[in-house]
């Protein structure tokens, strides 16, 4: 399942289980984010044709990372509203 739709059930259950693992998948997508970047600048140095389609990979992988963040977000909001305890996830 997503972060967001993660949050989400957190925020409807107030359950905190659905968020406690958001750091770890943070740290992946932060980490797949910067995998397909210099995946994508070696492939663009190889084969500059592809270097619009890989620059659409690259803002891809950014938006989709910064949906991440702000799941994060969501998640210390939510936290804060169960326990009114602040967190930082990111």
């Known amino acids: 399942t997503s972060m967001v739709?993660?949050?989400l059930k957190a925020f409807e259950t107030k359950?905190?289980?659905y968020i406690l693992d958001f750091k770890d998948r943070?740290?992946?997508i932060d980490a797949m984010r910067y995998s397909i970047f210099r995946e994508a600048i070696s492939y663009m140095m190889e084969e500059?044709?592809?270097i619009t389609r890989c620059t659409h990979?690259?803002?891809i992988a950014r938006y989709l990372e910064r949906c991440g963040d702000?799941?994060?977000k969501m998640?210390?909001?939510i936290h804060y509203m169960i326990t009114g305890e602040r967190?930082?996830?990111r």
């Open 57 to 59: 990979y690259i803002m």
């Open 48 to 50: 500059p044709k592809y």
């Open 87 to 89: 967190i930082e996830v």
């Open 26 to 28: 943070e740290d992946t």
């Open 5 to 7: 739709d993660d949050a």
């Open 15 to 17: 359950e905190l289980s």
């Open 75 to 77: 998640a210390e909001k």
């Open 70 to 72: 702000h799941a994060c």
